[in-house]
């Protein structure tokens, strides 16, 4: 079974903190992992993925299969910045996406 | 010109009524998905399509069921809808890598 866990509910930063969003996961063998993103009144679309190790938005995420952990980090946060974002999971030979729970990042002024 | 339409956007209806939601998409997938976010449970899957003919239950599908009527169309249906299903229901589609899911802008349903 594949398990996805964001442990925290809610994050609140300043303006020009650094931000963390945890995620981590449970899957056997090799996951391909991602961040979604939630802007208010939008619908929900990709941040990055694991695979293509590329910086959106100044948001990165390293896969670190001995923690089994794909935080998402940005250096300085900003105002639109704040958004519900979703870890996700995609394995097996079917590749049905599992989310986690979300994590609600608060960027204050 | 989206990608992915969900309608109802808003519908509020009593318990024990019937409720069809609808998702068509121009993407060209064959896969199409329905997905359920809740507060605090985030998105939890009902049911997923890989092509027309077929299609699967997620894990939380008691109580949904569904319908591929063309590779462009994925209806979610409650039949006798309750309270705790009031939620945003959201679609998606994808290709089979599933590399990326293309989300519908959802469907907020309250049951009273």
């Known amino acids: 079974a594949q398990r996805v866990t964001q442990p925290e509910k809610l994050l609140s930063v300043f303006k020009g903190a650094p931000v963390e969003l945890k995620c981590n996961y449970s899957y056997s063998g090799s996951p391909e992992l991602f961040w979604y993103v939630q802007y208010s009144r939008q619908r929900l679309q990709l941040l990055l993925r694991?695979?293509s190790r590329e910086s959106i938005k100044g948001f990165t995420a390293d896969l670190n299969k001995g923690e089994t952990s794909f935080h998402l980090k940005k250096p300085f946060a900003q105002e639109e910045d704040s958004a519900m974002y979703y870890c996700a999971l995609s394995g097996g030979g079917s590749y049905i996406p599992t989310f986690g729970r979300g994590t609600s990042l608060i960027v204050h002024p | 010109d989206a990608d992915v339409t969900q309608t109802p956007r808003n519908r509020i209806t009593k318990t024990g009524k019937r409720i069809m939601l609808e998702c068509s998409q121009t993407k060209g997938h064959d896969r199409m998905y329905w997905y359920r976010q809740d507060p605090g449970l985030g998105l939890r899957l009902i049911y997923y399509?890989?092509?027309?003919?077929?299609?699967n239950k997620g894990e939380i599908s008691d109580g949904y069921s569904v319908s591929r009527q063309a590779q462009a169309k994925f209806s979610l249906s409650l039949e006798s809808a309750i309270p705790n299903q009031t939620a945003l229901y959201f679609c998606a589609t994808s290709d089979p890598t599933a590399w990326e899911l293309f989300f519908g802008e959802g469907s907020r349903l309250t049951v009273l």
């Open positions: 399509s890989f092509d027309v003919k077929d299609i």
């Open positions: 694991h695979i």
